[in-house]
Each structure stands twice: as C-alpha cells, then as structure tokens.
C-alpha cells in the first residue's frame, strides 16, 4: 500500500467507510450476566457506535475527509446518530434512512478487566449493500479508499466488488466473524488491498489451511500467501501485531497500556493504521501510530466517546519523521 503512490497529508485523502452505524448500549458490570440473573450495574450510557462508525469517527480525528456509508432508520435513534456524525465533520448525505426500520442498539458488556461481550444485530433492511456503495460514490464522489466491515456480512463481497470497480483501494476489517464460512469463501480476494484482522479472525480466514492452527506470528504470511492480499496485519492483542507488505514481515510489540475496555481498539487501530500507509507514512511509523491509539482507547471506558482526540493524534504524528497529518 506505500511505494505505489506519492506521499499525500492525510487531509487530502477521502475515506468511504462501509458498515453499521449504531447505538451503543454500554453496561459496566462485574461479571457477565447469566440467564435468570438479577444483576445491577456499575454503570449504563448510550452513545453512537457500530465499527464502521467508530473507524470513520477516528479517520475524520486524523483530518480525513470521511463519508459514511451506511442505514439508519427516520426514528430519533438515526437521525441523534447522524446528528453525531456531521458533529464530527463526517458527510452524511451518503447514508440512506429507511422509513420504518428501527435504528439497531448494540448491548455490549464490559467486566472491570476491560473484557467485553456484546449482543447485537442490524436488520437485513438497514444492511449496507454494494448498491448503497455506488449511490455514495455518485452522490458525494469517489475516495481514495474504503473501509469495510463484516457487520452486513452477506453483503461485503458485492461491496468490495462495487468499490474496486470504481476504482477505489479496498481495506477489510473481517469483524465480527461471520456464523457463516461461506461468507469467507465469496470475498474476491484479488480485490482487497488491505486485511486488519486480529488472532481469531486470522485464524478463521484460514479455514481448511494447516497454517491456521500455526504460530500467531506466523498469521499474517500464511493469510497473505493463502488469500493473495499484498497487505496483511494481524493484531495479537498484547502480543502486539505482525505486518505483511509484499512479502516483507515485522513484528511490533504492543506498547504499555493500562487496560480499562478494549471496545474500541481495533477499530482504531485499523482506522489510523490504514490512513497512514495511504498517506505514505512508513510501515513502521503507521504501526507505531495505529498502536498508540489503541493504547489510549483501551485506557478509557467505552468505544465512541474513548476514541483518541484530533488533539492527541496530532501530538502523536509530531513525533513522525515528515508528519502527514
């Protein structure tokens, strides 16, 4: 993803970011429930949420130009998300609301030790589709990239077909992990420019290769060999992450974190690390950028309001040889 284009500030990029746009139902607890449970709550908050939402949140942080891709529905619930989105710089006039389908609450419950379970679904009538997708790009323009999440898994194929078709780098984020295994085996690999994802999501992609059940970090050679995706990074939790960039690997420790909820953190870390490598930054600046976000998400309880700040990410790429924010 760096080499083929020129260095660009990451204010000149466009991201179209493709998934779920909801609202998060955040409940602090300590323990999971369990089913006939009375369990009171250390703490409860709505706030908007859904990865594609969080991921195009951070990028419009880093000063991208960021158009978000995605439903709601015409109830209060779509139109307070919507309202957060333009709040944040973020074009909304490439969502569609569906009348009479509600706005998607996600429940997501987190332990004292930052461990977290969520509880969640989209309709099938707020899922984005690849038709969503070329409407966004007639109605605001193309982008330089698109961000894509497996939150409207049955779709995500024809999305990243529809993207590459408009000429647009592909990134997929393969989160959640589809119930479905043929939801893997119907992406077009030859059109994903970019794979983010973590041990499990690695492991699943690899699905009936002896590699899956390999050393972690070996996850991002073998995903990439298998799939034929030029770039793949593998994040490995405390472990750190391993990038794979044509046949180049490195492997990053995780830097210190105090873990207060790791909601957020792939979602960070995926925004920023993307944006970085489009913008030119080298592999291991963008990584070390990307794990410093993650590390200020996870240190803050909740996803959306925890994200890292333009203010904090502007302090962080001072730090970079030419910074490109």
Known sequence: MTGTHPARPISELRFLV????????????????????????????????????????????????????????????????????????????????????PTPVCVVYTRADGENAMVWRVPDALNVTAGHLITAVKTSGPGDALLVTFESPDQAAGIITAASDQGIRVILNPAP??????VIKAIPWEHVDML???????????????????PAEHLADAVADALGVRTVCATLAEHGCVLRIDGSTNAYPAPPADVI???????????????HLIAGTSPADAVHQAQAAAALTISRPGAYEALPTATELHQQAMGLPNCSI
């Not at 992990?177 to 043929?182: F, R, Y």
Request: aromatic fraction near 2%; glycine fraction near 10%; proline fraction near 6%.
């Open 177 to 182: 992990l589809p119930s479905d295994p043929a």
């Open 18 to 101: 493709a998934g779920a746009y909801v609202l998060d139902c955040l409940i602090s607890t300590p323990r999971l429930p369990a089913w006939g449970d009375d369990l009171r709550a250390d703490a409860m908050r709505t706030v908007p949420g859904g990865k594609a939402l969080n991921q195009a949140v951070t990028l419009a942080h880093l000063g991208a130009q960021v158009a978000a891709v995605g439903c709601v529905g015409t109830d209060v619930v779509g139109e307070a998300i919507r309202s957060a989105l333009r709040a944040e710089g973020i074009d909304v006039s490439t969502m569609a609301a569906i009348p009479e389908a």
């Open 196 to 214: 983010v994802p973590n041990e499990a999501e690695a492991r699943a992609l690899l699905t009936g290769h002896s590699a899956a059940h390999g």
């Open 261 to 275: 909820d790791v909601t957020g953190a792939s979602d960070a870390f995926t925004a920023v690390l993307c944006a």
